[in-house]
């Protein structure tokens, strides 16, 4: 039986495809399981600094949920949209602590972009496009899209797309803020190994913190977000020692020497 996920690990970066190749990277419910059993052996695993996330091929990063399946299997469609990490697959993301980059091989439609949404970073290569068809479908989004993307990229452009169904192209997409940059297909995974390789580089426990902080103010309201980091920062920058302060000072300052 073909493996639902690759993993593959070097230097403390694990790449994980989603291999349904033949089926453009559909969300199976097997998938999906297998997706949520990976992230949450990846987050336990202290060799692993930050992941990858990608899809088998040049056609797809992931198509959406499984219609095929959603129309043989009576209450699959419920099931999707449960609360449980191992059948959606946004929280399976969520359940890790180390950064993910989403490395967008190609189209993310619908619950697939609800995917490419749940990643920390977004790279695409010039195949990549991004669609959201609920309407269409006559499916309301279950995985966050509706709240997400009009937070991304404006609330009118997050509307044109969600009222039209239509395909966002990747410059477009880049010039939008959707993702961070485009990059040919063949400098896809290269690219998203080298900003991985960087985050890396950062102390893993801080790195969690500083995620959470993150997410947890986008969740909030700016206030209420301001108040978050107000009161992790006073727990956490007193004990921090000016000698170490100034080690770390003098290592970033080397660092940015190294990038011009």
């Given at each position: 039986?073909?493996?639902?996920?690759?993993?593959?690990?070097?230097?403390?970066?694990?790449?994980?495809?989603?291999?349904?190749?033949?089926?453009?990277?559909?969300?199976?419910?097997?998938?999906?399981?297998r997706?949520?059993?990976?992230?949450?052996?990846?987050?336990?695993?202290?060799?692993?600094?930050?992941?990858?996330?990608t899809?088998?091929?040049?056609?797809?990063?992931?198509?959406?949920?499984?219609?095929?399946?959603l129309?043989?299997?009576?209450?699959?469609?419920?099931a999707?949209?449960?609360?449980?990490?191992?059948?959606?697959?946004?929280?399976?993301?969520?359940?890790?602590?180390?950064?993910?980059?989403?490395?967008?091989?190609?189209?993310?439609?619908?619950?697939?972009?609800?995917?490419a949404?749940?990643?920390?970073?977004?790279?695409?290569?010039?195949?990549?496009?991004?669609?959201?068809?609920?309407?269409?479908?006559?499916?309301?989004?279950?995985?966050?899209?509706?709240?997400?993307?009009?937070?991304?990229?404006?609330?009118?452009?997050?509307?044109?797309?969600?009222?039209?169904?239509?395909?966002?192209?990747?410059?477009?997409?880049?010039?939008?803020?959707?993702?961070?940059?485009?990059?040919?297909?063949?400098?896809?995974?290269?690219?998203?190994?080298?900003?991985?390789?960087?985050?890396?580089?950062?102390?893993?426990?801080?790195?969690?913190?500083?995620?959470?902080?993150?997410d947890?103010?986008?969740?909030?309201?700016?206030?209420?977000?301001?108040?978050?980091?107000?009161?992790?920062?006073?727990?956490?920058?007193?004990?921090?020692?000016?000698?170490?302060?100034?080690?770390?000072?003098?290592?970033?300052?080397?660092?940015?020497?190294?990038?011009?």
């Amino acid at each position: 039986m073909t493996d639902l996920i690759l993993t593959e690990m070097a230097d403390g970066i694990a790449t994980v495809t989603l291999n349904r190749p033949e089926a453009m990277n559909a969300l199976s419910k097997a998938l999906r399981r297998r997706l949520y059993e990976v992230m949450t052996a990846l987050d336990a695993d202290d060799e692993v600094r930050a992941v990858i996330l990608t899809g088998a091929g040049e056609r797809a990063f992931t198509a959406g949920l499984d219609l095929k399946e959603l129309g043989s299997e009576e209450g699959a469609l419920g099931a999707a949209n449960a609360e449980g990490a191992d059948e959606n697959p946004v929280k399976a993301i969520e359940v890790c602590r180390k950064p993910v980059i989403g490395a967008i091989n190609g189209v993310a439609i619908t619950g697939g972009f609800e995917v490419a949404l749940a990643c920390d970073v977004l790279i695409a290569s010039t195949n990549a496009r991004f669609a959201d068809t609920h309407a269409r479908v006559g499916i309301v989004p279950g995985w966050g899209l509706s709240q997400k993307l009009s937070r991304m990229i404006g609330i009118s452009r997050a509307k044109e797309l969600s009222f039209t169904g239509n395909f966002l192209d990747a410059e477009t997409a880049e010039r939008w803020g959707l993702v961070n940059r485009v990059v040919a297909p063949e400098e896809l995974l290269a690219e998203a190994r080298r900003i991985a390789a960087d985050m890396a580089s950062i102390d893993p426990a801080f790195l969690a913190q500083y995620k959470a902080l993150i997410d947890k103010g986008y969740a909030a309201s700016f206030g209420e977000g301001l108040a978050i980091e107000h009161k992790l920062s006073s727990a956490k920058n007193s004990a921090v020692s000016p000698e170490e302060v100034e080690a770390r000072r003098a290592a970033v300052q080397a660092r940015g020497r190294t990038q011009g």
